[in-house]
């Protein structure tokens, strides 16, 4: 339990601060169904008095609200260090910075218009975001344990420390309870939009490996971002 303290603690507003272990990325897929069913509720309870618009910029902001803007702020720093033309080590570096420059600023405004557009578009329930919003962090967790860390040091450097294997029975079977509630929630629809998100996950991995050498925690947080982003694009399509 200690560890799953720990997993809530990173990845959203509670109790931050406390530095987190490998074994806290197991959990990583919890505090994303978690996460998930808060904005639910957020959803069911702001449309009895507001307009889909207002109620989906309200889900945009409650989510960024919940995580301490903790993904946001990586998507905006893998923006500025992976899309330029740039060495390797001048990518690291410029992703350390503080500092947002304009690829971060244009890739973190696309994704916010693409959430706030997908949310107009598609009936939120309790349980809607719950399975995308699990097996994005669940992603996360494993590829913690499957690829090497692009820093000698930093944030993300605790939890690969004696991370055991790359594989555990622990993420599968995560996985694949997230695909049946996506199933029993949204039908072929919620299936579909749960591969979307580990698809998109998974290559934009590859494409940070093929640029850093590895992960960093900023690629880890814009690979979550991205993943939950193309779950609702797949959620709003006419299929």
Do not use: C, K
């Not at 603690?9 to 505090?31: E, K």
């Not at 093929?210 to 993943?227: E, H, N, W």
Request: glycine share 12%.
């Amino acid at each position: 339990m200690r560890s799953l303290a720990a997993a809530f603690s990173f990845l959203t507003i509670l109790g931050r601060g406390r530095q987190p272990d490998a074994a806290a990325a197991a959990w990583f897929g919890i505090v994303g169904a978690v996460l998930g069913v808060a904005l639910g509720a957020v959803r069911e309870g702001a449309s009895e008095v507001w307009s889909v618009a207002l109620v989906a910029a309200m889900v945009v902001v409650a989510d960024l609200v919940l995580t301490g803007g903790l993904h946001l702020d990586g998507l905006a720093d893998a923006g500025d260090g992976l899309l330029p033309h740039a060495d390797r080590d001048r990518r690291l570096e410029i992703m350390r910075t503080p500092e947002v420059g304009a690829f971060g600023v244009a890739v973190v405004v696309a994704v916010l218009l693409v959430r706030f557009a997908a949310l107009t578009s598609i009936s939120v329930g309790l349980w809607t975001l719950v399975a995308p919003w699990a097996v994005a962090r669940t992603a996360a967790g494993a590829a913690m344990r499957a690829v090497p860390y692009a820093r000698a040091e930093g944030l993300a450097a605790s939890f690969v420390e004696d991370s055991g294997p790359s594989f555990r029975i622990t993420d599968a079977l995560l996985v694949a309870a997230a695909f049946v509630l996506a199933g029993a929630v949204n039908g072929a629809i919620g299936v579909g939009a749960v591969f979307v998100a580990l698809s998109t996950f998974a290559t934009f991995l590859a494409f940070a490996i093929r640029r850093l050498g590895g992960f960093t925690g900023d690629v880890l947080g814009a690979g979550i971002m991205l993943a939950e982003t193309a779950a609702l694009v797949a959620l709003a399509g006419s299929w």
